[in-house]
């Protein structure tokens, strides 16, 4: 069911605690992490806490957590120190996205290329 989590889902694990991770921020309905392999100074994935297999997905179900996905990357690059950063959600196997558990990438602490590859 939408929302429920996921036996098979890596950031479900990384939710409940049985994966560990590098969380830099934390709300009743968000974590936010840093990517294991970063391809910025600064990259954080910030999740919802319930399993949504993307991004759409998420913001047609909840509405309201996906806004707290979005307010959440920008206090991320705040407490990072970035002014210029760039929130990615990769959607599909074709555009990179590998963990089909929704999330922002933030990226920034450099020279940010458009457009992106
Ligand atoms: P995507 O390719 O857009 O689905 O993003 C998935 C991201 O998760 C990649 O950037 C990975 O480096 C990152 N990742 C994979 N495993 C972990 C982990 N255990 N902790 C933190 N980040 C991870
Ligand atoms: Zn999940």
Same mark, same amino acid.
């Given at each position: 069911?939408?929302?429920?989590?996921?036996? %098979? @889902? $890596?950031? @479900? &694990?990384?939710?409940?605690? %049985?994966?560990?991770?590098?969380?830099?921020?934390? /709300?009743?309905?968000?974590?936010?992490?840093? %990517?294991?392999?970063?391809?910025?100074? /600064?990259?954080?994935?910030?999740?919802? &806490?319930?399993?949504?297999? %993307?991004?759409?997905? $998420?913001?047609?179900?909840?509405? &309201?957590?996906?806004?707290?996905? $979005?307010?959440?990357? !920008?206090?991320?690059?705040?407490?990072? &120190?970035?002014?210029?950063?760039?929130?990615?959600?990769? /959607?599909?196997?074709?555009?990179?996205? /590998?963990?089909?558990?929704?999330?922002?990438?933030?990226?920034?602490?450099? !020279?940010?290329?458009?457009?992106?590859?």
């Amino acid at each position: 069911m939408a929302g429920e989590p996921q036996a %098979d @889902c $890596l950031f @479900c &694990k990384i939710v409940a605690g %049985d994966v560990p991770a590098t969380v830099v921020r934390e /709300t009743e309905t968000t974590l936010a992490f840093r %990517d294991i392999n970063p391809q910025a100074p /600064t990259h954080v994935l910030v999740i919802p &806490k319930a399993h949504h297999p %993307d991004a759409a997905s $998420l913001a047609a179900a909840e509405p &309201k957590i996906a806004a707290d996905v $979005l307010r959440e990357a !920008g206090e991320v690059a705040a407490e990072e &120190k970035s002014e210029s950063y760039r929130i990615v959600f990769n /959607t599909g196997a074709g555009a990179g996205q /590998t963990v089909f558990h929704a999330h922002a990438h933030v990226l920034g602490g450099r !020279g940010l290329q458009w457009p992106p590859g």
